[in-house]
């Protein structure tokens, strides 16, 4: 059958509908070996660039301050935040949440409110892949063009040590006795084992190296064992720490310990795991010791998020496995001056922690955008500061502020004008508990609004 005039112009617009959507739903054609792997992958459905793009992959504590100060600090730049979750937990309170003395909406927020209020877009997305000669990531949501890449994915588990390359244990300690240092299904797995507890050890590690936020596990173990003596529940936390002592504010958690927490909590430090028998719910350590226990939550040591290896941009450490190969002064990548890391993922020996991760965000996003502009960038020491609760009902809490500064001699960052104040009793204490959900709300709002 003939077509008719009326069918003909129909068709023109499909095809000129079509020929539109390919500008963003175009493919990616490669032009470089790494690229190669990727040929014919769609580009990613994001509008056309309208100035320097700079994509942030990661939108946890670093990546959501550095996308909005990006933008703020430099308007013309097109700021892209990808995140693989689909909405974002904090770490930071958590511990509170697990014995609940807050909502889970406290913890909760909203990436496209963050990136609807601060003029940027967000892909929630899984970046598996960087060519940096091609400048291109690549993610399940398709392909998507950089001219500056940052990259801030956190922490990933480091489980060699205990497991010694036994993928089952491997497994098993995931699932069943998650650390809880990665927000989302390991908080809940802990917070129903806490509060299904029904008696015995109930067992907490701390690791060695520069962990994700040092006073988290001990806070945490004040925490359950608050919960403990309050449920009357028979049992007790036992702390095994890899370090020989607590590794911050150590005066205000060896008192809380001791005063509070007397037969609650059994601290033992100095103590490395040598042998996990899940099937007999057994510890060995290097002392020769056993230790049974009913229930647990194993941290292991951390390394830095995966995608710095497959970007190219990882180094050995001292501490961890694997970081950031970074000028600790630009936050620029040894190998590839166009992409920064920073977050957990530094090489400093900055504490891993949430307002480190967001006051540095604040000062690289400054550096990117005095890039942009031609300028030179200038460095700032992040600042630390952090609240550790240790009771609920009133929370009471202790806490440390630092920043840091560059030793020539030792060539490492050490800290500069530290205080805590580690006095949790009394009004003290009482005021420390309020001021920590200020400062959570503080940093909420730095990075949402
Ligand atoms: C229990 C606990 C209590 C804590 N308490 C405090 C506290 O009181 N105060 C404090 O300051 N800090 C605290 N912290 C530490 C703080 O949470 C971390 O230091 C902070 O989250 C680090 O920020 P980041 O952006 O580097 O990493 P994250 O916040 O972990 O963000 C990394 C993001 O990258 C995403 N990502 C990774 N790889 C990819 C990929 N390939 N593609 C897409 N997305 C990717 C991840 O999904 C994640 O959302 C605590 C941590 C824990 C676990």
């Known amino acids: 059958m003939a077509l008719s005039r009326r069918d003909l112009l129909k068709l023109g617009g499909v095809a000129a509908a079509g020929a539109a959507l390919s500008g963003c739903t175009s493919s990616y054609a490669s032009t470089t070996p790494k690229g190669a792997a990727h040929a014919g992958l769609r580009m990613a459905p994001l509008p056309k660039a309208k100035g ?6 990661g939108g946890g504590w670093s990546g959501l301050s550095i996308a909005k100060y990006v933008k703020r600090y430099a308007p013309n730049a097109d700021v892209v935040l990808i995140e693989r979750r689909a909405s974002f937990m904090s770490c930071p309170v958590s ?6 003395l807050v909502d889970l909406e406290f913890l909760t927020h909203d990436y496209l409110q963050a990136a609807r209020n601060n003029n940027y877009t967000f892909l929630n997305a899984m970046v598996h892949d960087v060519d940096r000669d091609s400048k291109m990531v690549f993610t399940n949501e398709g392909a998507v063009k950089y001219d500056i890449l940052v990259l801030s994915p956190g922490i990933d588990y480091d489980y060699s040590r205990w497991t010694k390359g036994d993928v089952e244990l491997e497994t098993r300690l995931r699932q069943e006795y998650p650390a809880g240092f990665v927000p989302g299904s390991e908080h809940m797995t802990i917070r ?32 359950i064992a608050w919960y403990m003596k309050k449920e009357q529940i028979p049992g007790k936390v036992v702390l095994l720490d890899e370090n020989p002592d607590i590794t911050i504010k150590k005066d205000g958690f060896h008192s809380a310990f001791e005063k509070l927490y007397k037969g609650y909590i059994e601290y033992l430090p100095g103590t490395k795991i040598t042998k996990i028998d ?9 002392l020769g010791e056993e230790i049974k226990f009913a229930d647990a939550a194993l941290y292991p040591r951390v390394r830095g998020g995966k995608i710095l290896e497959i970007a190219g941009v990882a180094k050995d ?11 600790p002064f630009t936050y620029q990548t040894k190998a ?6 920073a977050g957990d993922v530094r090489p400093m020996g900055f504490s891993k922690s949430g307002n480190t991760a967001n006051t540095e965000g604040h000062i690289v996003a400054s550096m990117i955008a005095q890039r942009l502009k031609g300028k030179e960038p200038k460095w700032k020491s992040p600042l630390t500061v952090c609240y550790s609760a240790v009771s609920g009902d009133p929370v009471r809490a202790i806490s440390v502020n630092a920043e840091y500064k560059y ?12 205080a805590t104040n580690e006095k949790w009793d ?16 503080g940093m909420y709002r730095d990075m949402f609004m």
């Open 52 to 57: 320097p793009r700079v994509v942030v992959v």
């Open 95 to 100: 511990n509170l949440w697990l014995v609940g």
């Open 192 to 223: 129903n084992k806490v509060q299904d507890f029904e008696g015995g050890n109930f067992v907490l590690t701390v690791p060695g190296g520069n962990y994700r936020c040092l006073p988290a596990p001990y806070e945490r173990a004040c925490l």
């Open 278 to 286: 899940l099937g007999k719910k057994r510890l060995e350590t290097e």
């Open 317 to 327: 450490s001292v501490f961890n496995r694997l970081e950031a190969d970074i000028d």
């Open 336 to 341: 590839d001056p166009n992409i920064y890391c």
């Open 407 to 418: 030793n020539e001699k030792k060539k490492a960052f050490g800290f500069h004008n530290a």
């Open 426 to 441: 009394g009004k003290t204490g009482v005021q420390n508990g309020k001021l920590l959900f200020e400062w959570a709300k």
